[in-house]
Nanobody, 118 residues
């Protein structure tokens, strides 16, 4: 059974940076595209970034393009989200997702809180 465990969230000032990590258990990690989503208080969960199985294609929400970078290390079963130039509106619980399709996914992580103070 595939399980996802996120880490790296926390409190940061506007303009700062954080790197989220998501470790995936199971030997099928490299078979899945991986994504990051987020959910702010009172809002729907939204797409943030996606990376292909082979690490050769990435996609971003317009709101984070140029500031966030998704990457993966298939040897370590880990996907990362490097977040730079953080804004208060980036405050949310960030979720890692295996094999996301639209707003659904094969497996979700438990989420990690990111809070950006102004």
């Amino acid at each position: 059974q595939v399980q996802l465990v996120e880490s790296g969230g926390g409190l940061v000032q506007a303009g700062g940076s954080l790197t989220l990590s998501c470790v995936v258990s199971g030997r099928t990690f490299s078979s899945y595209p991986m994504g990051w989503f987020r959910q702010a208080p009172g809002k729907e969960r939204e797409f943030v970034a996606l990376i292909s199985r082979n690490n050769d294609r990435t996609y971003y929400a317009d709101s984070v393009k140029g500031r966030f970078t998704i990457s993966r290390d298939n040897a370590k079963n880990t996907v990362y989200l490097q977040m730079n130039s953080l804004k208060p509106e980036d405050t949310a619980v960030y979720y890692c997702a295996a094999d996301p399709i639209g707003g659904a996914a094969r497996v979700w992580g438990q989420g990690t809180q990111v809070t950006v103070s102004s």
